[in-house]
C-alpha cells in the first residue's frame, strides 16, 4: 500500500524526550515501512524515518514566537498531505480534526487516529463526515461514538527492546511518577501518597509552570525528588528500578503510554482506577486498581507480590509493536480492499 503518515507538529518523530502522539506515529510509520509499504511521513523537518520526509511546516511552532496560532499550522501540514491524495491509497491523519475537516474533499479514503479524550466535537464532525475511518486506542475512548459508521479501536503499542526487569538486586525502594507536570496527572496526590507510605518518590517529567510553582516547594531531595525529563536508557533503569510506578490520573484518559513502558520493564503499576486505565492494567497481575489514595498505599505495599517476569510477558503479548502494527496494518487492508473495483489486483 502506498501510505500517507501524517504527524502532528509540536516535536519531531519521534521525539527526543517525552511525546507520546509521535512515539506512536514512529512506532507505526517505522513498522509499516519495514513490511514493505510505501510510506511517506509528514512531520517536521530534522524527523528521523525510514519513509520518505516531507515538511509543509519546517519547524516547530513552539520554536517560533511569531507563529502564536498553533492551529493553523497543523491545519496547513494536514492541506498539503490531502492535496497529495492521488499519491496513496490511504492518508492516515494524527492531527486532532484537522483531517476531517478536509476528507470529503478527496477520493482517496482516510483514518483518522485519535490522540485525545474527544468530546461533542468531534462527535459533530465523525456524524457529518463520509470519506473516513475513525481509530481508537481503548473502549474508553470511542465511548460516545456507538451508532456512528467507521470506528476501529486498537491499542497502542510500543517497542518493548529496550525494556527489561532489572534484577532483585538492583532494584531500589522508590515510588516512580512518569509523565506531564499537570493537575490531570496526579502529581501532588503522588507526592501525597509517598508521605503516607513513608517511600521516597522519585518524580521525571519535564519541567514547566506547574512544576515550578505547584510541585517544586514540595521536592526536599529526600522523600520527593525531582530527576528531570528521561529518555532512552535512563527511563527505562528508572522503571526497572522502582518499586511501583504510581499513577494517581485524576480524570479519564484515553490511555496512558507510560503505564505499558512500565509493565515492559515489569514494573507493578498503582494506579487509580480512572479512564482507560483497567483496558491496559490487569488487577492483581499487572498492577492494582484502586478507586481512592488511601486504597493506592495499601497497594503500594502488596506490589512485591506481583511477578515481574509475569508483567512484562502481558506487556509483550498485549502491547508489543508488532500486534498494534498487525491491526492497523489489517484496518488499512479493509479500508483501501473495499474502495478498489472488485476486479483490480492488490498492491501490496
Known amino acids: 500500500m502506498r501510505i500517507a503518515e501524517i504527524a502532528t507538529l509540536l516535536r519531531p518523530v ?7 502522539v509521535e512515539s506512536v506515529v514512529s512506532t507505526i510509520t517505522e513498522g509499516l515501512v519495514a513490511r514493505g509499504h510505501d510510506v511517506t511521513l509528514f512531520a517536521l523537518r530534522g524527523s528521523r524515518t525510514a519513509a520518505e520526509l516531507r515538511s509543509p511546516v519546517e519547524a516547530s511552532y513552539t520554536a517560533d514566537p511569531e ?28 492531527s486532532y480534526h484537522h483531517g476531517l475537516l478536509v476528507c470529503d474533499y478527496v477520493q482517496t479514503p482516510s483514518l483518522h487516529t485519535i490522540h485525545i479524550d474527544p468530546g461533542p466535537d468531534y462527535v459533530f ?4 463526515t463520509r470519506n473516513r475511518h475513525l481509530l481508537f486506542c ?7 461514538f456507538e451508532g456512528v459508521d467507521g470506528v476501529h479501536i486498537v491499542p497502542h503499542g510500543m517497542d518493548m527492546s529496550a525494556y527489561e526487569p532489572a534484577p532483585a538486586g538492583a532494584r531500589g525502594n522508590y515510588l516512580a511518577f512518569l509523565g506531564r507536570f499537570i493537575e490531570e496527572k496526579g502529581p501532588l496526590e503522588a507526592i501525597a501518597l509517598a508521605r503516607r507510605t513513608g517511600l521516597p518518590l522519585k518524580l521525571a517529567a519535564p ?20 530527576v528531570g525529563e528521561l529518555g532512552g536508557r535512563r527511563k527505562a533503569e528508572f522503571l526497572a528500578r522502582a518499586r511501583a510506578l504510581v499513577y494517581p490520573v485524576q480524570r479519564g484518559e484515553p490511555f496512558g503510554l507510560v503505564l505499558i513502558e512500565a509493565m515492559a520493564s515489569g514494573l507493578p503499576v498503582v494506579a487509580l482506577n480512572r479512564g482507560a486505565v483497567p483496558e491496559v492494567v490487569t488487577h492483581g497481575v499487572t498492577g492494582w486498581l484502586c478507586e ?11 506490589a512485591d507480590a506481583l511477578d515481574r517476569r509475569a508483567i512484562r510477558r502481558e506487556a509483550v503479548e498485549r502491547f508489543a509493536a508488532d500486534r498494534m502494527i498487525d491491526r492497523i496494518e489489517g484496518v488499512m487492508r479493509e479500508i483501501v480492499e473495499a474502495r478498489r473495483p472488485a476486479s483490480a489486483g492488490a498492491r501490496s
Open 14 to 20: 519521534p521525539p527526543d524526550g517525552e511525546g507520546s
Open 67 to 94: 507563529k502564536w496560532d498553533w492551529q493553523l499550522y497543523e491545519a496547513w501540514q494536514v492541506r498539503e498531505a490531502f492535496r497529495s491524495w492521488r499519491e496513496f491509497d490511504i492518508l492516515h491523519c494524527h
Open 125 to 128: 464532525l465523525a456524524r457529518r
Open 138 to 144: 481503548s473502549r474508553y475512548q470511542a465511548r460516545a
Open 207 to 226: 519541567a514547566n509552570a506547574y512544576y515550578h510553582e505547584k510541585i517544586e516547594p514540595l521536592v526536599d531531595g529526600r522523600l520527593i525528588e525531582y
Open 292 to 302: 481512592t489514595v488511601e486504597e493506592m498505599a495499601d497497594a503500594v505495599a502488596r
